[in-house]
């Protein structure tokens, strides 16, 4: 287990330099590391207690999908998310194209995240352990107890932007990051299928 942690964040380092300049939030503004960790920690408690309250609510599944939906729009860097997933396909894309996928993409990446959070939803939160990840990045560890299984473990990975505001940018769900696991995904269907493939399948997707 720790080598597999080990792995996971040497990748997510790895994707961090990796980024295209376009797909790079403005520089954060200065903090000390033991700020911007109880910063990150205070916002990775938030982000679950309001994605918690979203999927427990009174309403129809539908209309607690689109809230927590809402949930993570706010919460999470679905910019900076989306361009580093398409990588560089994004410079041969066409304007179309382009007006397709960022309209597509916040719909299919929340759908994906409210299916990740099926075993979690109303679960107490507990921190690990929190660190930078390099000179933008916090890293919190967390793990939610079930009755029923195991634990699930989550690290929220948390920016802070030069405005002030916390943002996820990726949540790794029992050792699986999403961020990673699609940008390649997407990569070799497009190899194989081209760019409107890729788009007729994630609204496809995003609709189900």
């Not at 609510?57 to 689109?66: G, V």
């Not at 179309?96 to 959070?117: G, H, I, S, W």
């Amino acid at each position: 287990m720790f080598m597999s942690r080990v792995r996971i964040l040497a990748a997510l380092i790895a994707a961090t330099s990796a980024m295209p300049a376009a797909a790079q939030d403005p520089e954060p503004a200065a903090e000390s590391e033991s700020a911007a960790v109880d910063g990150a920690i205070a916002f990775a408690k938030e982000l679950t207690a309001n994605a918690t309250t979203a999927l427990t609510s009174d309403k129809p599944e539908a209309d607690q999908l689109e809230d927590f939906r809402a949930v993570l729009s706010d919460g999470m860097a679905l910019d900076v998310i989306g361009r580093f997933m398409i990588g560089d396909t994004r410079k041969t894309m066409s304007e179309e194209q382009l007006a397709r996928y960022n309209a597509v993409f916040p719909q299919y990446l929340t759908k994906l995240y409210a299916e990740q959070f099926q075993d979690i939803v109303g679960k107490p939160l507990q921190v690990i352990e929190a660190k930078q990840l390099g000179a933008k990045d916090v890293i919190v560890r967390t793990k939610f107890d079930r009755k029923d299984g195991g634990p699930i473990m989550v690290d929220w990975r948390v920016r802070q932007l030069r405005s002030g505001e916390r943002k996820a940018i990726d949540i790794i769900v029992s050792g699986v990051s999403i961020m990673l696991v699609k940008r390649e995904e997407f990569s070799s269907f497009i190899a194989s299928n081209g760019v409107d493939p890729l788009l007729d399948r994630l609204e496809e997707d995003a609709a189900a």
